[in-house]
């Protein structure tokens, strides 16, 4: 089980840092792409910023989860990857209720079956 949570748990990460580009890179491309149907096309020029930041804060997560997979301690692999995934957890509930239930699917199933495998190892 160790072997499937560093999968998810590298999974997650690998989202995050897409995110991070799609979000700080790609916003007016990609973003205009992948968020058609919740914003009209004249706003992403003028949102730039705003999703900017939160490429940023995609980033920090992308980076705690790479971080959990290098540390040695167990416990404290555990603790920092549990954390993480937590946070990308709530993120994606929040995104469900807050804008889409495809967030749910996309971000916070994938961090809550880390966190399962994380807890079963």
């Known amino acids: 089980m160790e072997i499937v949570a560093k999968i ?11 995110i991070l580009w799609m979000e700080m890179f790609a916003w007016e491309t990609k973003g205009k792409e992948v968020f058609k149907a919740a914003l ?10 705003l999703a900017a930041n939160q490429g940023l804060y995609n980033g920090f997560l992308a980076a705690g989860l790479i971080w959990s997979l290098i540390i040695k301690d167990e416990q404290w692999q555990t603790n920092i990857a549990l954390f993480f995934l937590g946070c990308v957890a709530v993120a994606g ?19 809550i079956l880390a966190i399962i495998a994380v807890l079963l190892k």
């Open 8 to 18: 998810l748990i590298a999974l997650v990460a690998l989202e995050h840092l897409y």
């Open 40 to 49: 009209p096309a004249e706003m992403f020029k003028p949102t730039k910023g």
């Open 93 to 111: 509930i929040y995104g469900a209720v807050s804008a889409t239930k495809k967030i749910f699917i996309v971000q916070a199933l994938p961090a």
